[in-house]
């Protein structure tokens, strides 16, 4: 049995709320798409938790059930295969009581560690959807993750919370050094449900290397150790090089830092993993489209995700329309639209909404640099020329820049 903080669940805090509706904002339209796979939905929550907040919030498997819910509700498909596993070691009483009205609701009262293989093993052939927002950086196995990416699934997408800064901060723990900021508030809030605490052993090296995925970590905080990079380039180079380390089994991996205040260091790294292309741009699309929604998290707060990039630097419109130029010179044959969308954003991040990437190539267009080829070339009534930028079941787009 693990240690149990119970003061965890008794109030809803603000990461907690950030978290939540990162996941609320893109699982609706995730669902939505899904569904027209015809394929069935497998949807596990690895770290669950009591379902519901003791103030009466949310947790993350009633935001999930919900849109489920109202998915099935405005569908015209018949019987849609979706199937909902919770996991949680010490909280599945609080589960089961929880989620009650919910139907075909299976509650796992274990480690999710123990059991997420037997879950995810009959499900070949089905679109599958991990949330994994951890007690502890310890669950975060790299190793676990590859194995998902290999389960011959119709598509497989992970949504995970990184607590980068609280890698980086052990990570100084287990080589014998001291991790300083500059703002000590980073860690006001990362409240973790169960720390993960690291010592300077050869052990607590092991753990932090089956986590990462590699050593490559431990360059990193030698570094630091010799004052060659500050605490934040630390945390900064460790997300970078662990989304690598994820892009050995998955093709799309997206790097989202979360902040509260306009101007304030992430303390969290959402990380989407993908093999699916358009998972990647949809993530893309329904976080820049909805980070208003998230301006009152915090009283008189505002947050701002987009105007920085996830290296604190600011985003304009002349930084877009030059990212763009320099990302899409490179498509000297016809390329799938989407696959260099999706590049594009793992390049960069998610720095805008794709809608703004393609107002960019059709002014390109115009100007003779970028060309365009469309399937089909005309529109229904065959009178005009197709002028849409999107991809989808019944058109293409390709492009390749102008020799």
């Not at 993750?145 to 287990?174: M, Y």
């Amino acid at each position: 049995m693990s240690k149990k903080n119970d003061d965890f669940f008794k109030e809803k805090k603000p990461w907690s709320e950030v978290k939540d509706q990162l996941l609320g904002c893109y699982f609706k339209p995730y669902v939505q798409k899904i569904l027209h796979t015809y394929k069935p939905l497998v949807y596990v929550d690895c770290f669950a938790g009591k379902g519901k907040f003791e103030d009466g919030n949310p947790g993350s498997p009633l935001i999930a059930l919900d849109i489920i819910k109202e998915c099935l509700a405005a569908t015209t498909m018949e019987a849609p295969d979706i199937s909902t596993t919770f996991i949680d070691l010490n909280y599945a009483d609080d589960l089961t009581e929880n989620l009650k009205g919910y139907p075909n609701v299976v509650i796992v009262d274990g480690k999710y560690e123990d059991h997420i293989k037997g879950i995810l093993k009959d499900k070949r052939g089905s679109n599958v959807f991990l949330y994994i927002d951890p007690y502890g950086i310890k669950a975060l196995r790299c190793s676990m993750f590859d194995g998902f990416a290999n389960g011959q699934f119709n598509s497989i997408e992970l949504l995970i919370n990184l607590n980068s800064f609280g890698f980086v901060r052990e990570a100084c723990n287990a080589l014998g050094a001291q991790y300083v900021l500059d703002d000590p508030t980073i860690f006001d809030d990362l409240v973790e449900y169960e720390p993960t605490k690291m010592t300077a052993s050869d052990k607590s090296v092991r753990d932090l290397n089956e986590i990462a995925g590699g050593d490559y970590w431990q360059a990193i905080i030698e570094d630091y150790k010799a004052g060659r990079i500050d605490g934040y380039q630390a945390e900064e180079y460790f997300a970078e090089q662990y989304c690598q380390r994820l892009m050995d089994s998955f093709t799309y991996v997206l790097n989202m830092p979360l902040r509260i205040k306009r101007g304030q260091r992430p303390k969290y790294r959402m990380i989407h993993a993908t093999n699916h292309r358009d998972g990647c741009l949809l993530m893309v699309d329904n976080i820049c489209n909805r980070w208003e929604a998230w301006q009152n998290v915090q009283s008189g707060g505002q947050m701002s995700f987009f105007v920085e990039d996830p290296n604190n630097h600011t985003v304009t419109t002349e930084d877009i329309e030059r990212y763009t130029i320099e990302h899409f010179q490179q498509c000297e044959n016809w390329t799938s639209l989407h696959d260099a969308l999706a590049i594009f954003f793992m390049k960069y991040g998610p720095l805008c909404s794709t809608g703004s990437v393609k107002k960019v190539l059709k002014d390109l267009e115009k100007k003779g640099m970028l060309q365009v080829l469309r399937n089909p070339e005309y529109t229904s009534n065959g009178k005009r020329k197709s002028t849409f930028m999107s991809e989808g079941k019944n058109q293409r787009v390709s492009v390749r820049w102008s020799q």
